[in-house]
């Protein structure tokens, strides 16, 4: 199991020699969905935490998992596969939940397992190419680069783009009830 798969909060990352802010800027946490591997800069990732009960959300939609409570505080978990339009798979101990940070909400992102954490330097990020199938045109519209990581390739993710406007308005409407 990879270091990054044990860490649970900004400060582990701080453990492991991350606290300089220019170098923190290159640091992607990376995971697996489907086939291909994914990146998020580390600075929205909150913590990493195993995956629990989640309280389902009637008429949202199918991607949006629901809700959890994480030590009090009500946090929407969207399933990353579903999110991308891949095939569902089934949680088992391997799957787990980043919690991340996007504008003034917190959001569980459901995945099937950390990959590492990764430097990616800004001049290894090429832009997503723009001749695609149709079928990929969802995915890209999530990504905002592609980073170059030895001999593979991480898509890397524009966390502002994982829930949609009216989404992000229905799943807060849910938490202003829960209060």
Known sequence: MSEAANL???????????SEAEEHKSKYMTFKS???????????????????????????EEYIKGLINLRGKIVPVIDVRLRFGQEAFEYNDRTCIIVIQVNDMMVGLIVEKIADVVEIKDSDILPP???????????????????????????LLDPDKLLSDQDKAAVENKLSEEE
């Not at 580390?42 to 995956?51: A, K, L, T």
């Not at 190419?129 to 593979?152: C, E, F, L, W």
């Open 8 to 18: 649970s909060t900004p400060a582990d990352l701080l453990d492991l020699g991350y």
């Open 34 to 60: 489907g086939n291909e591997y994914f990146g998020l800069k580390i600075q929205y990732v909150n913590e990493i935490i195993q995956i629990q009960a989640i309280t389902m959300v009637p008429e949202t």
């Open 129 to 155: 190419p723009t001749i695609s199938s149709r079928a990929d045109q969802g995915n890209r519209k999530y990504i905002y680069g592609i980073g170059k990581v030895g001999d593979h390739v991480k898509l």
